[in-house]
């Protein structure tokens, strides 16, 4: 079936830095999504991605929708202490799978203020 | 309300019992879908609903598994026979639909189960 993997698995930052992490798959998605998961809660919601290339922001958030529709990677700047949280890459497919999503692992995401 | 909920929050079960978990999808939104997410990984698909159309059952994980959608909002997700590997959080989520730009999904909080 679809794999997602989603790297790194965790980050250890300082306040004020610039964060990266990526998605890659061995299947195309037609759209990507990241969401954002804290303790106790379901995920929210980040940025959605529909077209190959494209490369959206949410404020201090970029993503963007790899050529080949195999990837996607999202960006944060200047990092906060409340962006810490559990950050999912999901792609949806089309035909029989079109509908559910496939999650990758998760990047945790600690800040030091 | 405005967002997704879910209830119980939490329950804890005992070996072989059935459980149900109940999902309140967003007034409007007319596909559902439940997921499963176990300790310290991503969210694992088990079923969706879309309207009046047959619900996609290709994730879930055995026959003791099962979900109903009433008068296309709510759901609930039974577990029979429950085992120790079904401990885990379960989140549904719903859309407007299932196609273009308003197929974004937004989840509720989840229900944890924990299987003794």
């Known amino acids: 079936g679809q794999q997602l993997n989603q790297s790194p698995q965790s980050m250890f930052i300082q306040e004020g830095e610039d964060v990266s992490m990526n998605c890659t798959s061995s299947?195309?998605?037609?759209?990507w999504l990241w969401y954002k998961q804290d303790p106790g809660e379901g995920p929210v919601l980040l940025i959605a991605?529909?077209?190959?290339?494209e490369l959206t922001s949410n404020g201090r958030l970029t993503a963007q929708f790899g050529i080949t529709r195999k990837d996607s990677f999202l960006n944060i700047s200047a990092s906060i202490p409340s962006d810490v949280g559990i950050y999912f890459c999901?792609?949806?497919?089309?035909?029989?799978?079109?509908?559910?999503?496939?999650f990758g692992q998760g990047t945790i995401l600690t800040v030091h203020p | 309300g405005a967002g997704v909920s879910q209830s119980p929050s939490n329950k804890v079960t005992e070996k072989g019992k059935d459980v149900e978990l109940r999902c309140d999808p967003i007034?409007?939104?007319?596909?559902l879908y439940w997921y499963r997410q176990s300790l310290g990984q991503g969210l694992e698909f088990l079923i969706y609903?879309?309207?009046?159309?047959?619900?996609?059952k290709s994730g879930l994980p055995s026959d003791r598994f099962s979900a109903e959608r009433t008068g296309g909002s709510v759901s609930t997700l039974t577990i029979q026979r429950t085992q120790q590997e079904d401990s885990a959080v379960y989140l549904c989520?719903?859309?407007?639909?299932?196609?273009?730009?308003?197929?974004?999904?937004?989840f509720g909080p989840g229900t944890r189960l924990l299987v003794l």
């Open positions: 991605l529909y077209k190959a290339g």
């Open positions: 989520a719903s859309s407007f639909t299932s196609g273009g730009a308003s197929k974004t999904q937004y």
């Open positions: 007034s409007g939104h007319t596909a």
């Open positions: 299947s195309i998605f037609n759209t």
């Open positions: 609903f879309q309207g009046n159309s047959a619900p996609d």
């Open positions: 999901a792609g949806q497919g089309r035909g029989t799978s079109y509908g559910k999503l496939t």
